[in-house]
Each structure stands twice: as C-alpha cells, then as structure tokens.
C-alpha cells in the first residue's frame, strides 16, 4: 500500500497518512457497493455515514475545522479519546469499520482492513498507538451508529411494498426485469440538513393527457424523437452517465445483470479527482467527501419523497403503448417512478457542494466511468458536469423534460441550503470563488 509519511525516524514512528489512504478507503467501498448492487438511495447513505465517521474524527485534530454534531439532525459530539492515539489512522480505519457495518460482502472490507493494519506495522507505527488507535475508532463508530440506527432506515425494511394499480398515467414496472419499486418509503428517512424530505418540494410533474395538443404528449413525442435522432455525442453523454446499477442483460432465456456505478458513487469519484488535482491533504479530502455526501443523501431523500407522491409513468411505458410497440430507450430504464429526476437532482446538489470547496472555474477530466469500459470526459467545472448529467436522461430516453429541469432545480435548492446550514471551516477559504460557501 501506499500513502504512508513516517514523521521522524527510528523504530517507532508517527505515521502521518496521506489523503490517498482515504481515496483507496472510499474506492474500496465503491467497488463493494457496486458488487453488491445496493440501490443509489441507500448508497448514498453508505457514503454519508462513513464520511462523517472519518471528517469527525480528523475534525478534533484540525482546529481549523469544526465538527458537524449539533449541525446535522440529531448528531451528538463522538468521544474524546482518553488515550494517546493517531487521529489519521484513526479516521481512515473508522471509515472502514463504518463500511463493514453498512455492506454485504464485509470481507472485501475486512481483508483490506488486515492488509492496511499490516502495512502500517512494517512502517514502524508504534503498535500501542495503534491498538488505541483502533479502538478509539470503534467507540466512534459505535456513537455514530447509535445515530443512524434512529434515522428510521430500519423501519422503512419492514413497510409495505409499492402497489401496482395498472391506473393510466401511473408507473408500473418496465422492461426487461419488470423490477419492482425501489425504495417506495425512502421519503421517510431522516434528512442530515435539510428539515425534511419534503422541505424543498418539485413543483410536479404536467397531468397525465395524451390528447395531441397537451403539453404532456408533447413532452412524450419529445422524448421519442430526442432519441431517434441521437447524434454520437448525445449517444456517448448518455452512456457516460447511465450510473444505473440495475441494468439487466437477456440472452434467450437468460437474463444476467451489468454491475455499475451509481450516480452518487459516480459524483464521489468526481470528489476524488478534484482532491487530488487539488493536492488536498486528508482532512480536506474528508471534508469534501463528507459535504458531497450529504449533499446527495439529502438530494435523494428530497428527490424521493416527491417520485412517490406523483408516481408518474416513465416514457418508455407511454412510447410502447400509445405511439410505438417497438421503440426502445438507450438506456434502460431504472425500477422508479419518473418524476423528478434523481440523477438532476443529486448532480446538482453534489456539483454545488464541490464548487463551495474547490471554485466555480474548477475544471476536471472525469475518468470514473474508465473501469466500467467509457472514455474520460472534461469538464469546465462542477456545475457544468451537473448540467450535461441532467440532460443525459432525455438522451438516454428515460425521462421527461420536466422531471430534468425541475430535478435540477430541487436539487439546487438543496445544495445551496446544505452549504449555507453547515459550517465546516472555522477560518475563510483561500480562493473566495463563488458567492455560496460552505462555512466559508
């Protein structure tokens, strides 16, 4: 492994980490997450609780920067440790131990975990520290699930599952898997900032009329020419950010899933690449994966508790059977209902966040989606990659226009109350970019 500083010399060291730890930290756990295919809403609250778990501890050894307890709903300040420990390991095995706690395939996690805990012996830590070090962070972990334990993600397993009525206008399971409703509940979860899932509400999706002159067919035969006419570029936008995790392949009778990344690991990567272009250090690295977290948690909570209320039809459905039996979207269609985009929504609220960190002019080469076969995008800024995220689902042919524009306005309205609502530094930034910040 890499990532490792010895601080003075001799036997025993104290080890300074580098932010590559924690980027290995977070991969590691996007490989997992997409190996076990979780749905984009809960993996968006994988990454936000073992953000926090690392920023919270990092944040008592950097005065400069301040912890979320009291800023986020219902968070507690963690516990001092009471014995000597090293913060940096601390953070980092407590971003792992959080993981473990949150995925299916621990042991992925768990032998990584091993492997790191070995290569910090071979360095020279002091194992004493590192025995404290360890323990420290399972207490913290233990303080922060004794949080998550009460944000009603439990309680939501055992709620009745999406009823299909078959009522004209109203989503129903599309093809090829006929999958049923993800996360019909997720509404109901506990926002980390915002009041509540439904505190910045979509303005809602046109009624349901197919009559030729409404404006909700037009949004249909939009949709359906829009990808008729795809020219490469539009195709390979599409493509690009599909970030759809449930993807199912059929071959005769057989039907086998393509595991890919989803649209809030997607936005992590991107937090990543701008750590490093940024040579952030560990606990600014924390801090930009922790507030691009939270931003897309809250993003899908709100997102969410609106596609439920509407429970609009995706084009796909309407396509098939009112103008064209045959017709296929590039993309396949995700198991929700359509309305508001979560892709819109959670791209915006992320591409806020980030701009509040690194500056509005932050240009980038996005390579996330390199390991699932598509070439590297470049971008002039977050906002910009935001936008062409958003209209990726009207190429990709799963939404309408409305679900596009509305979603990214949501989300906006998210990310500007997330940024505004927690303060995270205690001194300003160097850059003052952009007129938003957070705690700037």
Known sequence: ?????????????????????????????????VHDIFSPPVASRIYAYTSITAYEILALKDSSYKSLAGQLNGLDPIPAPTQKINYDVAAVDAYLLASIKLIFSEDKIIQYREEWHRDLKKQGIDEEILDNS?????????????????????????????????????????PPAYIEAIE?????????????????????????????????YKQVVEVYETVNNLSTEQKEIAAFWDCNPYVMNVHGHVMFATKKITPGGHWMGIAKIACEKDKADLVKSAYAYTLTSIAIADGFISCWDEKYRSNLIRPETVINKHIDQDWLPLLQTPPFP??????????????????????????????????????????????????????????????????????????????????????????????GAVAFSSGH
């Not at 890499?2 to 601080?7: F, N, S, T, W």
């Not at 009041?195 to 030729?212: H, R, T, V, W, Y």
């Not at 990659?385 to 190429?395: F, Q, T, V, W």
């Not at 596009?404 to 940024?419: A, L, N, P, R, Y």
């Open 1 to 33: 492994m890499i990532g490792l500083i010895g601080a003075c010399q001799g036997p025993k060291k104290e080890i300074v980490l580098e932010s590559d730890m924690l980027h290995h930290a977070v991969q590691n756990l996007t490989d997992v997450i």
């Open 134 to 174: 360890i323990a420290y962070a399972q207490g913290v972990v233990n303080h922060i699930f004794d949080w998550a334990d009460k944000d009603n993600y439990k309680q939501t397993r055992t709620f009745q599952k999406y009823t299909i009525t078959g009522e004209e206008g109203i989503w129903q399971p599309t």
């Open 184 to 216: 019909p509940h997720w509404g109901k979860i506990r926002p980390f900032v915002i009041d509540s899932s439904a505190q910045f509400k979509a303005k809602g999706p046109n009624k349901f009329n197919l009559e030729k002159e409404n404006i909700f």
């Open 338 to 431: 359509e309305y508001p985009s979560g892709h819109s929504v959670i791209s915006s609220a992320a591409g806020i966040a980030l701009t509040s960190i690194f500056g509005a002019s932050f240009g980038f080469m996005d390579d996330t989606e390199e390991k699932y076969g598509l070439p590297t995008r470049t971008f002039s800024s977050f906002v910009a990659a935001s936008e062409e995220a958003a209209i990726s689902r009207l190429y990709g042919g799963i939404h309408f226009m409305p679900a596009i524009t509305d979603g990214f306005e949501q989300g906006k309205q998210v990310g500007k109350f997330i940024i505004e609502n927690i303060e995270f530094k205690e001194q300003p930034a160097n850059d």
